[in-house]
């Protein structure tokens, strides 16, 4: 984006989990927006010692009601004027609804400015077939998609949210279609989609909907890279938001959601090159973090500790942090390798 001095920073606010070591969920989304030159405030859903995948953690949830007022104490100083809004992890249905309350809130203000607010939404629930939330968080993401402009489930999440079991490029349209349809959502990703477990090959399965919801949809195909990671869906959102509020030209932002006209095809859409860029820092940052990490263990290994395969498990996960601070130029300068193309649909 532009870093012209006399340009007011675009303001965020950022809904999600805080580990105060680590990067996942505000420690991501902040540094990379922050980075990528957004002014970001952020209000923690949890504040947790370390990320769950080490296995053991201290922390405590914030309670709907703490994050309500953290929220009025910005408006009670008006420091409310938002943008856009990004959220992540939310334990608890009680704490998914008053997060969507605060989204309808801020949009209602915005209704008279078209374009000038926009809610992206991580609806993170689970991976591969398991929820790590509680069971009641589900029905409560359907209860406020509809507020959403963008979302952005995984493979499983959007299973949950579609009613569709996704094993097919054709059944992720088709899920796509469904929630563009029901929902009236005007963009969605599916972050990480997988249909072929004997390929390594994934790929990123995205649409914008034209005015009558039908869907325009493109894939972005890329390689895994053989690495645990954790928080890199947070990653993703957050780069997707950032590339997303820098691919819309400025007659397209006085939009509601953004929308691009109908006339736009898949690959030509904002959303499509937002993809691109961000899948392509996103896949550079993993590269060098396993790198770093193939470089740390066999030191940490070699360490004298007998058979213990909790402290193998701890420095192996620590080894797979995600390298952010290192490679801030891979946000801000990539080199797209992956391009979007346009699915049937």
């Known amino acids: 984006m532009s870093t012209d001095a006399s340009q007011t920073e675009p303001r965020v606010l950022a809904i999600a989990s805080h580990v105060t070591y680590g990067y996942v969920g505000n420690k991501v989304a902040s540094f990379v927006l922050q980075t990528l030159g957004f002014d970001v405030a952020a209000i923690n859903t949890v504040n947790y010692s370390n990320h769950t995948g080490y296995g053991r953690w201290t922390g405590v949830r914030t309670r709907p009601r703490e994050i309500q007022a953290l929220y009025d104490g910005l408006k009670q100083n008006h420091l409310d004027a938002f943008e856009m809004m990004l959220s992540g992890y939310i334990p608890t249905a009680d704490a ?136 890199t869906g947070d990653l993703f959102a957050a780069l997707m938001l950032a590339r997303l509020h820098d691919a819309v030209q400025t007659g397209v932002r006085s939009t509601p959601s953004w929308r691009s006209p109908d006339h736009v095809p898949a690959t030509e859409l904002p959303l499509a090159q937002a993809a691109e860029q961000a899948l392509a820092s996103m896949q550079a940052l993993l590269v060098k973090t396993k790198e770093a990490r193939d470089r740390a263990l066999p030191s940490k290994l070699g360490r004298d500790d007998g058979d213990d395969d909790t402290a193998r498990h701890l ?8 390298r952010l601070v290192q490679h801030a130029d891979d946000l801000r300068m990539p080199t797209v390798r992956h391009r979007a193309q346009a699915v049937e649909t």
């Open 96 to 231: 998914v609804l008053t997060v969507g309350g605060i989204a309808r809130e801020l949009k209602e203000h915005a209704r008279s400015r078209p374009g000038s607010f926009f809610w992206a939404l991580d609806p993170v629930m689970g991976d591969h077939g398991n929820l790590y939330v509680d069971q009641e968080v589900v029905p409560a993401y359907k209860e406020v998609l509809r507020d959403a402009d963008l979302i952005l489930p995984n493979q499983f999440e959007a299973e949950l949210l579609s009613g569709t079991k996704i094993d097919s490029l054709a059944s992720a349209v088709q899920a796509i279609t469904l929630l563009h349809q029901t929902y009236h959502l005007p963009h969605i990703i599916i972050t990480s989609a997988h249909f072929d477990p004997t390929s390594a090959r994934r790929c990123v399965v995205g649409s914008s909907a034209r005015g009558d919801a039908s869907a325009r949809v493109f894939q972005i195909e890329y390689g895994t890279i053989d690495c645990l990671f954790t928080g």
């Open 315 to 322: 420095r192996e996960t620590q080894a797979a942090e995600v």
